[in-house]
């Protein structure tokens, strides 16, 4: 077990970068984050006997950059091709779901129709579905900014993409808008460490979470957070 520890968390804290940008998966302040990413992280802490450290950002960009540039010894990210080149992923906890967000008066009525010379598509840069539009769109232009939905706005487009939840929240608060019921996409929610770790810290990680999502705490966690139990990953 303390080689585990000594691996993951060299400078003998554990560091974890928890993405407050994304509301099924923390919720909270940098000084008070809650959420299935940080109760992963306590419990992960408690069992190799660690202290921890919750490093917040308010997208999955920065949490990604944290990790891989020394910041954090873990991460909690959606697993993309273009992410697995530098992170060692567990199997998924969470799956969420990609949705597109359009005005009511769209013609655009399904996830084929979107993908087609002259639709442009918000999206939050960095996030899991910037990196999935980014290598399957072949017609449809992306426009990134902080959040998919403020750029959408901002730039009068003619598309939003966000995770289900938060925009199906923003689309209930802006009757001017309706969502497209189809997801576009799958995402699945892992934890995440750098590729130097050894087959025995990635193995560990892999089998906790096995464990926690057998053994209910994931359907807990996400109930005690207010997010539906439905969400725990196969």
């Known amino acids: 077990m303390t080689t585990v520890a000594a691996d993951l968390a060299p400078t003998g804290v554990l560091r974890a970068s928890i993405n407050l940008g994304n509301p099924v998966l923390a919720q909270g302040t940098p000084d008070a984050p809650a959420g299935i990413t940080v109760d992963i992280a306590r419990e992960l802490a408690k069992r190799l006997e660690l202290p921890l450290e919750l490093v917040c950002f308010d997208a999955a960009r920065k949490s990604f950059e944290a990790l891989t540039t020394g910041q954090a010894d873990l991460c909690f990210l959606a697993i993309e091709p273009a992410r697995a080149a530098e992170v060692a992923f567990t199997s998924p906890y969470v799956v969420i779901e990609g949705v ?18 002259g639709v442009r598509i918000g999206v939050k840069q960095g996030s899991a579905y910037d990196l999935y539009l980014t290598r399957t769109l072949q017609h449809a232009e992306i426009v990134r900014g902080a959040e998919g939905v403020d750029v959408f706005r901002a730039e009068g487009l003619e598309v939003a993409a966000g995770i289900r939840q938060p925009i199906t929240q923003y689309v209930a608060e802006n009757p001017d808008l309706r969502m497209i019921d189809e997801r576009f996409m799958q995402i699945q929610q892992a934890v995440g460490t750098t590729k130097d770790k050894s ?36």
């Open 100 to 117: 597109f967000a359009v005005p009511q008066d769209s013609e655009l009525s399904t996830v084929a129709e979107v993908d087609a010379p």
């Open 199 to 234: 087959e025995e810290t990635v193995a560990y990680l892999s089998d906790l979470i096995d464990e926690l999502k057998s053994s209910g705490f994931v359907a807990a966690s996400l109930a005690a957070a207010g997010q539906s139990t439905t969400l725990v990953a196969p």
